[in-house]
């Protein structure tokens, strides 16, 4: 009977606690390689790293990707499944998930999906600040017209 192999991918998931540019350079570091190659790694599609390795080799590697902040998965050659948990995050939380984020580098939204706002123009030449005292209209801006006669009933209260 032959032994299971197992491969790691690497989609360019950062442990929690990381950033994209340390993690860059710990794997241009690590791998030997140039920035150019390793950026290549991020682009969000999953790669293969490295192929034919044994369940402790690919945990092995898995560790010491995840202690520089590079979250790989180990997937079953044979089945073509995941088969351990990703690495828990730097900073220990209380929340236990497999929610990823993408690196922090780019937008979110692309520049087709954004919306175009037209600036605006107020004219505001008419308004003007003056102390808060007295009447807000000045006299030349009152109507000329007297108040309405109010009858109020002489009521008593026992």
């Known amino acids: 009977m032959s032994q299971s192999t197992y491969s790691l991918v690497f989609r360019g998931d950062l442990v929690a606690g990381y950033t994209a540019g340390d993690v860059k350079a710990s794997m241009v570091r ?3 390689s140039n920035p150019q190659a390793i ?6 599609r999953p790669l293969t790293l490295k192929k034919g390795l044994s369940l402790l080799q690919a945990q092995q590697f898995q560790a010491n ?3 520089i902040g590079a979250q790989v998965s180990i997937k079953s050659e044979d089945s073509g499944t995941a ?4 690495p828990k995050s730097k900073p220990e939380t209380a929340f236990s998930s497999q ?3 993408a690196p922090m580098e ?3 939204v692309k520049e087709h999906e954004r919306k175009s706002v037209e600036p605006v123009s107020v004219e505001v030449e008419h308004l003007s600040l003056r102390a808060a005292e007295g009447q807000l209209l000045d ?6 017209e007297e108040p309405s006669p109010v009858s109020v009933p002489n009521w008593v209260v026992n």
């Open 39 to 44: 950026e290549k790694l991020f682009s969000g």
């Open 83 to 86: 088969v351990t948990e990703q």
């Open 65 to 67: 990707l995840a202690k």
């Open 139 to 144: 006299e030349s801006e009152r109507k000329g």
């Open 106 to 108: 780019g937008n979110l």
């Open 99 to 101: 929610w990823t984020l």
């Open 30 to 32: 690590l791998f030997k």
